[in-house]
Nanobody, 125 residues
Framework: VQLQASGGGEVQAGDSLRLSCAAS????????VAWFRQAPGKEREFVSA????????YCADSVKDRFTISRDSANNTVFLQMNSLIPEDTAVYYC???????????????????WGQGTQVTVSS
């Protein structure tokens, strides 16, 4: 499966963005999907994940009250709705996927086999 992340941009603190992870190739509905991010000079960190069947989601504590992950299996897309953005959310955001993974597994395993190219999110104060 090939992943294409999009939707990043430059925003002010308090604004919202919606990231999209579009998949091509195999049916996306059998893949667990997660978002990770990497800020300059920092290690990549888990943000949020959704299970292959959409039945469960999991978010990092730092974003769980502000970010929501969802999927549109009919259109092979997973979304990350990011509200109340803060400067600390500035990073390159990557989507990743793996077959039949649960949301928690995507977090524990540090992502999946397949990775998109990343989309830059910049939040200014």
């Amino acid at each position: 499966v090939q992943l294409q992340a999009s939707g990043g941009g430059e925003v002010q603190a308090g604004d919202s963005l919606r990231l999209s992870c579009a998949a091509s190739g195999r049916a996306f509905s059998v893949y667990g999907v997660a978002w990770f991010r990497q800020a300059p000079g920092k290690e990549r960190e888990f943000v949020s994940a959704i299970s292959f069947d959409g039945g469960s989601t999991y978010c990092a504590d730092s974003v769980k009250d502000r970010f929501t992950i969802s999927r549109d299996s009919a259109n092979n897309t997973v979304f990350l709705q990011m509200n109340s953005l803060i400067p600390e959310d500035t990073a390159v955001y990557y989507c990743t996927a793996d077959l039949y993974r649960t949301a928690q597994a995507m977090s524990v395993l540090g992502g999946g086999t397949y990775w998109g190219q990343g989309t830059q999110v910049t939040v200014s104060s």
